[in-house]
């Protein structure tokens, strides 16, 4: 076993890279909709997806978000979002290989159908059970809200990237009760069905070998780092050596 340490943004360009050659994504890139939700991670997903079917040349981070949280210091939104979003570039709505700038899933969603694959971020992760949780602000519940509908109704995918420094102790359906509960201030908590998706998969979709999480946390620009344990053959391990140090100097997210 070697010992990685990876840092927040790293990690999203892990998870983002590794998407790209999700079979499920392979397909639907050939014949049907991929719905990339904007968000922190999906924007590096979106990149990479974007870059493999050479549609990137457009495409920006910047402004690829509804909401995010920000540092507790002053001044900041309230609840998180940029309020004037007229910069907003829209999800990334690719239909049969070709990206269909300015959409988003409202556009599109009551067109979804089996087969199509949806990508929705998420904000809590608890890894021993592989379930995922996303912060609700919107009063009809958001992006998930419709992404559900399209999932749950008619049975289309959804993958949800998210990043292990989001992961918490405890279970998320008794989180949720807590948060959801009436005269709660803040955010309230969805956990929510689909494919979890790690850094840990990532990992393991590229290079074959397995991967866990040993420890976490530093400072001068390591914070919020995972250090993981990987463990394979010696061809997987050399594998995961060249891809972890090709995202290892991945700059921090900026606005």
Not at 30 to 47: F, H, M, P, Q, R
Not at 66 to 90: A, C, M, N, T, Y
Request: net charge positive.
């Amino acid at each position: 076993m070697k010992q990685f340490i990876i840092t927040p943004a790293a990690g999203k360009r892990l998870i983002g890279r590794a998407l790209s050659q999700h079979p499920s994504i392979k397909r639907v890139l050939k014949s049907g909709t991929l719905v990339i939700i904007a968000g922190t991670t999906n924007g590096y997903v979106a990149e990479e997806i974007l870059s493999l079917i050479g549609q990137s040349d457009e495409f920006s981070r910047k402004r690829f978000f509804r909401g995010i949280v920000l540092p507790p210091v002053k001044p900041r939104k309230e609840d998180g979002r940029l309020h004037d979003e007229s910069g907003f570039p829209g999800d990334v709505i690719i239909q049969n290989g070709q990206w269909k700038k300015g959409l988003t899933i409202f556009d599109v969603l009551d067109d979804l159908k089996e087969g199509d694959v949806i990508l929705k971020g998420s904000n809590a992760l608890d890894l021993s059970r592989k379930q995922a949780a996303i912060y609700i602000g919107h009063p009809q519940a958001g992006t998930i809200g419709a992404a559900l509908q399209a999932h749950v109704g008619r049975r289309v995918e959804l993958i949800l990237p998210v990043g292990l420094e989001k992961r918490v102790c405890g279970d998320l359906n008794e989180i949720a009760n807590k948060l959801n509960k009436p005269g709660i201030r803040g955010a309230r908590l969805l956990p929510v069905p689909g494919e979890v998706y790690t850094e840990i998969d990532a990992i393991k979709m590229i290079t074959g070998a397995d991967a866990q999480m040993v420890a976490a946390g530093g400072v001068a620009g390591a914070e919020g780092s995972i250090y993981l344990g990987v463990s394979g053959k010696p061809d997987q391990m050399n594998s995961t050596e060249e891809l972890l140090e090709s995202i290892s100097k991945e700059p921090g997210f900026q606005l």
